[in-house]
């Protein structure tokens, strides 16, 4: 696991803080909660192998995590998920088994993986280990800051890496930033219960946010903690990631780029020095990344 | 200052480890020699000012070392400049003088600036303090390493990054990596002297790394280390830059990515979990870098 760098970036006079763990092993933070859980397995578990669904970031996560501890990996994966995703999967030793979206349930047929081979099912944010191997980039947020942050913005799908956070940092606001459309946290948190995404949700580029129901954990645990949730337009993500490439030289993919978006488009309330933006993941086709920042670029231009 | 992370890269089979100081302030490793200067000039000189000449990273990181000790800055930059450099030293507070690079010597300009204002000159490579500053790049990748290095691969300008390197890891084999026609670090070490490009050298999208002679310090320190140079084409920084993109998430500038490019290129040798290599800046025009990115997917995709 890397100790993922905390980059200071000029704001507005003063500075805010960018918790840059698309540099996490994997491209995501996804590796951290995936290893938690494995260490939890007896040794006949560990022996039996695991099996997850994912669009990417976790299946990378899972497998990473399993190679690294000689387990053996199967990952459920939608057939659209982007390539660099599917590819890096596959890099790290894993088995795919591809699904459609549209017509199959990547539930239904993890559970059946599941008990034909014995395997435990890792799931992606609905599991107090994974949730608490998250929160480490919490734990690191307040090693790194020095003092006690103010605010973090977080990118959020099903909530695990945003409830982590919110359980290793009591003294913070956390504010969770979802994709147009797919803002189920935020009106879960609003509600006070789990609340679906209103279909049809409407196209996104954030494959790795595009969860339909938050979980009674994550959304226990981030209501207990007071969060507040936002969301952002795709072109206000697509912003982000070509600030991040120009301003922080990072590489964010669409739904690790939402908070940061958030901050850019001034949604984000007073911030501080204290003030942390997490960008959660930097897996995107190469191709799909060329275009936004190209697009982004000859907007600059124009604008300037 | 930033202490830059150490990322793993998988490869051949085992692990090297990449430097990426392109998440450092400023987007490059020249802050860290700037900070070094400017914190050795006396309380008369600070008031004076300084003045530096360079086409671009060493201006940004003259510029924010000079705001954050509160002493004025003056770049002498060439014309044709990225604008993503000179915006960024703008926007850190320096007053920048354009020259022509066809036509005029910034030597001399900056000479006679600093004559005018009594300012005092940092000179971006050839200077004891600017490459003890970069040194400190070396004392970083030995406590991330936590143990010896045994070969550091750097991208090569007038070389104060790889004297201080040589200078802070003398276990290390220090290899410099320079583009197809500048290599004249490598000539002169393999001459014992400093050696001048080739002139017509030919056109490079390093700009960063278009010195036509190195100073007897810097090539001093490294022939002491016994220091060897390479040299990497224009295709093959370009597929380092979208390599770095894909599997590390970082943006590399095409003279930042030249060590990069040596080893994907399978020039450096053999390598070991011990190995490191210094990705140095990360700061490309935007439109330039998606071209890059764009071209590199599209062939990708020809290619498999």
Redesign the interface.
Same mark, same amino acid.
Request: net charge positive; aromatic share 2%; glycine share 8%.
């Given at each position: 696991m890397?100790?993922?760098?905390l980059?200071?970036l000029?704001w507005e006079g003063g500075r805010v803080w960018i918790k840059?763990e698309?540099?996490q092993?994997g491209?995501s933070f996804k590796l951290r909660g995936a290893i938690n859980r494995l260490l939890q397995l007896s040794e006949a578990e560990r022996e039996r192998g695991v099996v997850a669904f994912s669009s990417g970031n976790h299946a990378q996560g899972v497998a990473l995590a399993a190679r690294s501890l000689g387990i053996a990996a199967t990952i459920v994966m939608p057939a659209d998920a982007p390539a660099?995703k599917r590819d890096a999967t596959l890099?790290a030793g894993a088995e795919i088994v591809a699904y459609d979206r549209e017509t199959e349930s990547r539930e239904a047929i993890g559970a059946r993986l599941a008990a034909e081979k014995g395997a435990v099912l890792v799931p992606s944010f609905d599991d107090v280990d994974v949730i608490e191997g998250q929160g480490s980039v919490g734990v690191e947020i307040r090693a790194q800051l020095g003092m006690a942050a103010d605010k973090v913005l977080v990118p959020c799908g099903g909530g695990g890496l945003s409830a982590g956070i919110a359980l290793a940092l009591p003294e913070a606001e956390i504010v969770t930033v979802e994709p147009e459309g797919w803002d189920d946290m935020a009106r879960s948190l609003e509600a006070g219960e789990p609340v679906p995404v209103r279909e049809p949700a409407p196209p996104t580029r954030c494959d790795a946010l595009q969860t339909k129901l938050v979980s009674p954990l994550t959304l226990g645990a981030l209501a207990e903690a007071h969060a507040r949730g936002l969301w952002v337009s795709e072109p206000e993500i697509e912003r982000a990631i /070509?600030f991040a +490439?120009?301003h922080? !030289?990072?590489?964010a993919e669409p739904g690790g780029a939402v908070a940061l978006a958030a901050l850019l488009a001034g949604k984000a309330g007073p911030v501080s020095e204290r003030t942390v933006v997490v960008v959660s993941g930097?897996?995107v086709d190469?191709?799909l990344?060329?275009?936004i920042? /190209?697009a982004? +670029?000859?907007d600059? !231009?124009r604008g300037g």
């Open positions: 890397t100790r993922t760098p980059l200071p000029d840059a698309c540099l092993r491209g660099v890099a /070509a +490439a120009r922080l !030289r990072i590489v930097g897996n190469p191709a990344y060329a275009g920042l /190209a982004q +670029a000859a600059a !231009r």
